[in-house]
């Protein structure tokens, strides 16, 4: 959702109605409390004219699986993606170029760039509570051609930590999600001291305590490459300058997302890297959210969280 005319839409399902001024304007789903009938009255976007007893039982209603864009049955996925539909309920990013299926999550790899476009994985409070240690086993990817994808010797000597996308703390759930984490394709040249070892380990830590105080999220991260960048190892693996991610909470129907520069940052700043899903979009041409209904996804794509969750 990336062109002017659908910035202009989010604007106009924002801007309160001015016949419905007087009992407290729309919000941001097209939608106001009727403070006379103590309805929860809709008057845009996917439940126009249609009423409920709260928000709440709106927001469940989009959870249930309203929230597709007429179709509840899982998106159909590109070759190379079956079996990860768990992880990309809410629609894959992109289509290309080489797309890999893993049980705890799936990808998008860039055989120029030697790193992932990006990967998303579904988190549960389940999955949280794994007790599966952590196994530090980083291997090339068997999936991928020798010449196509990273290798151990590239970030050998590089000054750059092997940072994971979809992380290990994440998959403590499963050995075998534990040890496809550590795959290099899973794997992107990052800053160590102050970024993948200071706000980048700490933001994976929040997306975890999240998905336990929420107990569903839907994750997309990945590298963006703004202007030239260096590359590193005789594979010349690409060294992104900045990272993205974006969490989807299905039942509250919110998103937040951040994009950080590649290099020492303060922990502390985090909430300084909030932005929006539309501005991830811009800079790195993927499509989040796609399987969303439309007016759904207009709004909580153009809309900036206040802050950490």
């Not at 949280?128 to 240690?133: L, N, Y």
């Not at 569903?216 to 490459?225: A, K, M, N, Q």
Request: aromatic residues 10%; proline residues 5%; neutral net charge.
């Amino acid at each position: 959702m990336r062109t002017k005319s659908l910035t202009l839409l989010f604007f106009i399902l924002m801007a309160p109605s001015p016949t419905l001024a007087h009992r407290g304007g729309l919000d941001s789903f097209g939608c106001h409390s009727n403070r006379t009938a103590e309805i929860y009255e809709c008057h845009k976007g996917q439940f126009s004219g249609r009423s409920f007893a709260s928000k709440t039982e709106m927001q469940e209603a989009l959870a249930g699986g309203s929230t597709s864009s007429g179709n509840s049955s899982a998106p159909i996925l590109p070759e190379g993606l079956s079996g990860c539909d768990e992880h990309l309920k809410f629609g894959v990013p992109s289509n290309e170029p080489v797309l890999l299926c893993r049980l705890g999550y799936a990808l998008s790899h860039d055989a120029e760039l030697k790193v992932a476009d990006w990967v998303a994985y579904h988190l549960t409070r389940e999955k949280v509570a794994g007790t599966q240690p952590r196994v530090d086993r980083f291997r090339p990817d068997p999936d991928l051609n020798r010449g196509d994808r990273s290798e151990k010797k590239d970030y050998r000597g590089s000054g750059y930590d092997r940072g994971h996308m979809a992380p290990a703390g994440a998959m403590k759930w499963s050995i075998l999600a534990m040890r496809e984490s550590f795959l290099l394709s899973n794997m992107a040249p990052q800053v160590g001291a102050g970024f993948n070892r200071g706000i980048w380990k700490s933001l994976e830590t929040k997306v975890r305590k999240w998905a336990t105080e929420r107990g569903d999220l839907y994750i997309v991260t990945g590298p963006i490459f703004e202007g030239s960048f260096k590359t590193i190892g005789d594979g010349n693996v690409a060294v992104p300058t900045h990272f993205f991610k974006v969490i989807f909470d299905p039942a509250r129907v919110e998103v937040i997302a951040f994009v950080l520069r590649n290099k020492k940052l303060k922990t502390s700043d985090l909430s300084k890297y909030i932005t929006t899903v539309d501005e991830v979009e811009n800079l790195t041409g993927l499509d989040f959210l796609s399987e969303i209904e439309d007016g759904v996804e207009t709004v909580i794509e153009g809309t900036k969280q206040p802050g950490l969750w």
